[in-house]
């Protein structure tokens, strides 16, 4: 039972008030999953042609473990309350009336399944079949919350069919075709993968500023993902965004705030919605463009980018974990007033992301504030 809150074990409005409780992912048994409509991966320099799955090797495994384990002793020695979900075997098929995946993917990146909005937990839809179950590695957490806090909001998002429907036919195999420029212009029309067929988003296209949501259109999720969330949380103000991007897939490595009155955006990826850029001007906020990252391209089987560089977890308006080898981005934040704390990351990032990635809030002091009074018609 929580004594500390006064018996309140869920609540975060945002990504920068203090920090005393989250959720850290682990590495075990996290495969390179089965190729399905959604995603289809195509490592074969690493031993992982199109078509095939598996394991990630062992001993990438137990480096990543070291390094969420250090990641999660950091945080404990800041103060902050560190729970781990339990992982499932994820080598297993599962299925559902309407379909059979030949795997699931893992239980690294906690932030793209549980978005913490104050007192509310919620399991996202996710988009990928062999995600479709990963709920179950964070329930024994939740079931716990839930037990503990007579406040706690516990919800799921509808689970979806993910049937042909949910899916553009052939997607990928037309986007490989394609050239840049093309893949461009679609993404500028937000012509991804998805169809909107049903409702389908991912926690972390959500950036939490309080009052105001930011939900990025992506890869993972549709516009049909985001009404549903607009739907869901109508006291708060909901700005679908997209960014300039060929295959965008969560916000975090794109868009982050810092704390209030500053946010970080990746110079990569401009912003396409010409309302964002008005909205924090109106409302006195600075964005400024992130450090150049330290590398060039992805970790070895990682689908994640070197932009995870920005993929920071702020503890307060003055602290910051940042990963040990981003140099350039350290020393930004520094010069924009943090304490950086370096956390060595990156043996972690093909296991599903960077720091900010492999976590989810569970407590931040603090209420729901409007940052944002003024507003902008119509976004
Ligand atoms: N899950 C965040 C990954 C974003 C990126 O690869 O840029």
């Known amino acids: 039972m929580f004594a500390e809150h006064g018996g309140t074990v869920v609540n975060s409005w945002n990504e920068w008030d203090p920090l005393k409780h989250i959720i850290v992912g682990r590495a075990d048994d996290t495969m390179v999953q089965a190729p399905e409509p959604a995603v289809q991966r195509d490592w074969s320099e690493y031993g992982f042609a199109l078509g095939t799955y598996g394991r990630l090797p062992k001993q990438m495994e137990q480096k990543a473990n070291e390094q969420l384990d250090n990641f999660a002793m950091i945080l404990e020695g800041e103060g902050i309350r560190v729970d781990r979900p339990t992982p499932l075997d994820f080598s297993q098929p599962v299925q559902t009336p309407d379909w059979k995946q030949e795997s699931m993917f893992g239980c690294m990146p906690a932030r793209d399944l549980l978005l913490t909005v104050g007192n509310e937990m919620l399991e996202a839809t996710m988009s990928y079949r062999s995600r479709w179950f990963e709920y179950l590695c964070y329930r024994p957490l939740l079931e716990q919350y839930f037990k503990d806090d007579p406040n706690m909001r516990w919800a799921a998002a509808p689970k979806p069919r993910l049937t042909e429907r949910s899916y553009k036919k052939d997607y990928w195999k037309n986007f490989d075709n394609m050239s840049y420029e093309e893949q461009i212009e679609r993404a500028k029309a937000r012509d991804w993968v998805l169809t909107e067929a049903e409702p389908l988003f991912d926690a972390a296209d959500v950036g939490r500023f309080g009052k105001d949501l930011f939900v990025q259109a992506s890869t993972a999720t549709n516009a049909a993902g985001i009404d549903w969330l607009r739907r869901h949380f109508p006291d708060h103000r909901i700005h679908p965004v997209h960014f300039l991007e060929e295959s965008p897939v969560h916000i975090d490595a794109t868009f982050v705030p810092l704390r209030p009155g500053l946010a970080l955006i990746n110079p990569d990826r401009p912003c396409l919605v010409p309302g964002l850029k008005e909205l924090f001007e109106k409302n006195d906020w ?92 119509g976004f």
């Open 286 to 377: 600075q964005i400024v463009d992130c450090a150049e990252p330290a590398h060039n391209k992805n970790a070895p089987l990682s689908f994640c980018s070197q932009w995870l560089s920005m993929n920071c977890v702020v503890l307060d308006t003055e602290t910051v974990c940042v990963e040990a080898g981003e140099t350039a981005q350290i020393k930004q934040l520094e010069h924009l007033g943090f304490d950086v704390i370096s956390v060595p990351f990156w043996d972690a990032s093909p296991f599903g992301g960077g720091l900010h990635c492999s976590t989810a809030d569970v407590y931040r002091e603090g209420t729901c504030k409007d940052y944002f009074p003024k507003q902008v018609e």
